[in-house]
């Protein structure tokens, strides 16, 4: 906005600027919080005397001898394991990221070009799909898959990811494609390409910017999931979230709920990059998914 | 090279019809022009062709060929966009080749071929940059090398000239018709600008709300244009048409009285003139006979407007001619240069 | 686009989301008409040195057997969504002859777990929503007027709560109010009251979710709103300034109804995720005091020995005529659009 329609009463932007600050500080203050108290133990992060115990470490600095340490992390991914789960975590979310591209990409891209009725019953049915609540789903899967014997492996986990993944992956790259002018596709089928040809040499890669938009958000769903993950997985099997559901079960008995706490904080890291990197992809391709609803 | 025949070709989208039964056979090496206002189905008609957009009824032949179900690609054609259509990512010199590469033709030729191709629109000093680093002619000049860079059947050029201004319009409409002769490939050329088609064409196409008017080469259709519609379309100014009776070769409307026009017709008609035809009588006892409407410069010329037949009519007069509006006006209209058109249909009424 | 190729073109999407999203629809349907087998029972007689007896023993092989034979269990028509755990008719009705006043009776019926669930989920979605929106807004509004400098930051900040796992938020959210925790604790402090508890009573259980439900999707509404500020029209917002509007005037007649499909965007897609609320009830181990529609199928699918697919799926089938009529505006609105179009 220019700048005579931004100026502002004091009064207001006093106002104004204390709620963002008020409201940066519910935003961003539980993971500071918890990514200091990661390398304390459970005595100062849960501390019965005085919070500032979490600051200054004083069972920390009692119980190890140095006013940080790393004896959750050890636990959670030496002892627990963790780096299973982390492990597993990278296959299911990098496999669904690119399934769910490419057969998003080639639906995306159909139906932003078909002149047809159906596209926009597709989308209709894809947006009716994308309000199914995922354990909904998973209670149709349970059963015909311990059946099939198909229940317990990454790749089942991945399938269905990919699945649920789709409807909305459909509305975002069909409004991404929609902003590409069909002059481009048609002038490549002209010049002697076949459909698919012109969409991928020509349709693709000016498509990047909304292919790499719509698969962070494939990512997130990927890689934040718990409903699926937690029901469709063996043990051995489990990503990292359920993995964390799994120590509050086991570890709050034992006193070692910091596992927990530092398995939370390493499975918060890779989103905090993906936030720090991608911050613009992040919110243009909020607003491409919102332009056509 | 070769002929394309259209018959009977339809589109319809739901209830609307967008071309109804186009039928016409283009001539090897011709240069054909649709010419309409917007809307009448023209680019339709054109993509038709192309492949881009589903036939709903009736045939298309390129050459021997049955190509209804044929995609694009195996049309064999080459289609300027009126937004140009070029590869963003791509350099001028890879949009240029493209067509090359993905129809396979042998590597060793692209180069020579491109070069070739970028000489003819004079382009070859920005062969290294991307589309949105060009101006509005020279992506035009990109649209047009990409098409001349093989060698087609036949040309599709839709609106190739509607984005350029006006100077600009005229060298690339000489450059086009110089390619043209140089080629000899069958193109069908896409307006709505009337210069454009009389300077361009072989013969033109004249269309409206999806039907042919009349298919003529630019003098037929300036000289004896097929109906009221084509009348009023083609000139400039276009033709005035005047609503009256004729009877005993004597037609007569308000503030109208023409003489000598042929007595096999009578009833309602609707007469038509063109403005350069007609010439101001300062001496009064002309055909038509009003008080002047309006005056205009147009430079080399004025034009004289007055009401008659209840309408505008336009009259050419010499620039130094000086009048008061209000002011009696009389012009010569002779027989010889009227149109007569039913009244009711439009058509043309042969004399 | 010609049929043929775009039945390719789609295909993979479509076979995934019919496989996966429409078949497990049929899948609960089917599932809900039939409950687990019933063990079968032998009695097989003891002897030992005092004599003989007769006990009554699970056959396990037989079970086994049968629960081949019939995976889906034995046929139960309706009677799945009948019985207590689901709309409970009879226990309704008896509730209904017992209790004379209204109050007694919702409370009673709220200790049905069908209903109870849909009660905290129903609660959730509204008032979460449209706290989401409202904060969003302002949000938005706030940040658009800082300096361009630190927009930046400000805007990584605001998206953490957002991107982070819902789980791992709750978690997180979680041990703070813990009564060891930093908030907990400090409330305790704070009340002077060191019983005090946000986990043990429901109402403060159920404030904390929608809190933390509103910290969570906040960013969203507010992201979006701030892209849709970006694009205000200028020239309407300084016509409305000569106008003589006010900058509440402004905001009225021209900031919002800029904004208002996204408003029906955001609107949309938060009452889509708020219905199928469930990660923060597991994270926040509040299931005592809140549970919801996608709690209670999670608990029947893992609940301890064999799953109760018939229970998951009869509660499934529910929810899912919940979302029908969730989204039924939605498909009236756009399928009147359309027939305009058209
Ligand atoms: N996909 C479509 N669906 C429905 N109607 C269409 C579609 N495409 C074009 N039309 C209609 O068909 C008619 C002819 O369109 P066409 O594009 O052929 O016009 P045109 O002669 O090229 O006009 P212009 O000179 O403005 O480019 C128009 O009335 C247009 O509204
Ligand atoms: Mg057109």
């Known amino acids: 906005m220019t700048a005579k329609t931004r100026r502002r009463p004091p009064v207001l932007a006093v106002l104004s600027t204390a709620f963002i600050v008020l409201w940066l500080v519910l935003a961003a203050f539980p993971f500071l919080w918890t990514l200091w108290g990661s390398f304390k133990v459970q005595g100062d992060f849960f501390s019965r005397q005085d919070w500032v115990n979490a600051l200054t470490g004083v069972h920390t600095i009692a119980e190890t001898g140095g006013p940080f340490t790393g004896r959750g992390y050890y636990g959670a991914w030496v002892t627990k394991e963790f780096w299973r789960a982390a492990i597993n975590t990278g296959i299911v979310t990098v496999s669904v990221v690119l399934i769910s591209l490419t057969f998003g990409t080639l639906g995306g891209y159909a139906l932003s070009r078909s002149p047809h009725r159906y596209a926009f019953w597709i989308l209709i049915a894809a947006l009716i799909f994308r309000a199914m609540p995922h354990i909904t789903l998973v209670s149709g899967y349970l059963l015909p898959f311990f059946q099939l014997n198909v229940w317990g492996y990454l790749t089942t986990a991945i399938v269905v990811l990919v699945a649920i993944n789709q409807p909305f992956t459909l509305w975002m790259l069909h409004s991404f494609f929609k902003s590409i002018p069909k002059d481009l596709d048609e002038s490549a089928m002209v010049d002697g390409c076949s459909r698919f040809q012109a969409f991928r040499m020509v349709i693709i890669p000016v498509m990047w910017p909304g292919v790499v938009t719509t698969g962070l958000f494939s990512f997130l769903l990927a890689y934040n999931d718990f409903a699926v993950t937690a029901t469709l997985l063996t043990q051995d099997n489990q990503t990292m979230v359920p993995k964390i559901a799994s120590f509050l079960g086991t570890t709050q008995v034992q006193g070692n709920v910091m596992y927990a706490v530092s398995a939370v904080v390493s499975a918060t890291v890779p989103l905090f990059l993906l936030v720090l990197f991608f911050q613009r992809q992040i919110v243009s391709g909020l607003t491409a998914g919102a332009v056509k609803g | ?351 | 686009m010609p049929h043929r190729t775009f039945i390719w073109f789609i295909l993979p999407s479509a076979l995934a989301m019919l496989i996966f999203i429409a078949l497990p629809i049929v899948s609960i349907l089917v599932q809900s008409l039939f409950v687990e087998n019933e063990r079968v029972l032998v009695t097989v007689e003891n002897c030992g040195p005092f004599g003989c007896q007769k006990e009554v023993r699970v056959d396990a092989q037989a079970t086994a057997a049968l629960q081949r034979e019939h995976p889906l269990g034995r046929f139960n028509g309706l009677g799945t969504y009948g019985n207590r755990s689901h709309l409970a008719f009879s226990e309704i009705a008896a509730i209904w002859n017992a209790r004379p006043t209204l109050a007694g009776f919702l409370s009673e019926v709220m200790t049905l777990p069908f209903y109870r669930a849909l009660a905290f989920t129903l609660a959730y979605t509204a008032v979460v929503t449209p706290l989401v929106i409202a904060l969003g807004f302002f949000i938005a509004l706030a940040v658009d007027a800082l300096p361009r400098m630190v927009k930046g930051p400000v805007i990584f900040m605001s998206l953490l709560p957002m991107m982070i796992t819902p789980l791992i938020g709750s978690l997180v959210l979680f041990w703070m109010i813990d009564s060891n925790g930093i908030i907990g604790a400090s409330i305790q402090a704070l009340a002077n009251d060191p019983s005090l508890s946000l986990k043990a009573s429901a109402t403060l259980a159920w404030i904390t979710l929608f809190v933390y439900g509103i910290w969570h999707s906040a960013p969203f509404a507010f992201v979006v709103f701030y892209a849709g500020l970006q694009t205000v029209p200028q020239d309407t917002m300084e016509s409305a300034m000569i106008d003589g509007a006010s900058r509440w005037e402004r905001v009225r007649y021209v900031v919002l109804p800029h904004l208002s499909p996204l408003v029906v965007f955001v609107a949309l897609i938060q009452l889509m995720d708020n219905f199928r609320v469930f990660e923060p009830i597991v994270g926040f181990s509040a299931q005592a005091n809140a549970t919801s529609l996608s709690f209670n199928i999670y608990n029947d699918l893992r609940s301890t020995g064999t799953p109760l697919f018939g229970s998951a799926a009869a509660t499934s089938v529910l929810t899912l005529a919940g979302v029908a009529l969730l989204l039924t505006p939605v498909l009236v609105r756009t399928w009147r659009d359309f027939k305009r179009s058209r």
């Not at chain 2, 060698?151 to 599709?156: A, E, H, I, M, Y």
């Not at chain 2, 210069?195 to 709300?209: H, P, Q, S, Y």
């Not at chain 2, 209000?326 to 012009?331: E, L």
């Open chain 2, 1 to 351: 090279m070769a002929e394309i025949q259209l018959k009977n070709v339809s589109k319809r989208w739901g209830n609307f019809v967008a071309v109804d039964a186009f039928d016409l056979a283009i001539a090897d090496e011709e240069f054909l022009v649709l010419l309409g206002p917007s809307g009448c189905g023209k680019t339709t008609t054109m993509r038709m062709i192309a492949g881009l957009e589903e036939i709903t009824d009736g045939e298309i032949f390129i050459g021997e060929r049955l190509v209804n179900r044929l995609e694009p690609k195996d049309r064999d054609i080459a289609m300027v966009f009126q937004s140009y259509g070029l590869y963003p990512t791509m350099s001028v010199y890879e949009n240029i080749r493209f067509p090359l590469k993905v129809r396979r033709v042998a590597k060793d030729e692209h180069h020579e071929r491109v070069m070739r191709a970028a000489k003819m629109v004079e382009l070859t000093d920005f062969l290294e940059r991307r589309p949105a680093e060009l101006s509005g002619g020279q992506r035009q000049r990109v649209a047009l090398a990409r098409a001349i860079v093989r060698q087609p059947t036949v040309f599709l050029m839709d609106e190739p000239l509607s984005n350029l201004d006006a100077k600009l319009r005229v060298s690339t409409r000489s450059q086009i018709k110089n390619l043209h002769h140089e080629l000899r490939t069958t193109t069908i050329y896409v307006t709505h600008d009337q210069i454009e088609a009389m300077t361009l064409a072989d013969r033109v196409v004249v269309m409206n709300k999806g039907v042919v008017q009349q298919v003529g080469t630019p003098l037929e259709i300036y000289d004896r244009p097929a109906n009221t519609f084509v009348a009023g379309f083609i000139g400039s100014p276009a033709m005035n048409l005047i609503d009256g009776t004729i009877g005993d070769g004597v037609f007569t409307g308000q503030n109208v009285t023409i003489k000598g026009l042929p007595a096999t017709v009578s009833g309602p008609v609707t007469l038509g003139f063109r403005a350069e035809d007609a010439a101001a009588r300062p001496d009064g006892g002309g055909e038509i006979a009003a008080p002047i409407f309006s005056l205009e410069l147009l430079g080399e010329a004025s034009m004289v407007t007055v009401q008659a037949g209840g309408a505008l009519v336009a009259v050419k007069v010499p620039k130094d001619f000086a009048a008061e509006i209000g002011s009696a006006f009389s012009a010569a209209v002779p027989a010889g240069i009227c149109h007569l058109f039913d009244a009711e249909s439009g058509k043309r009424i042969a004399v």
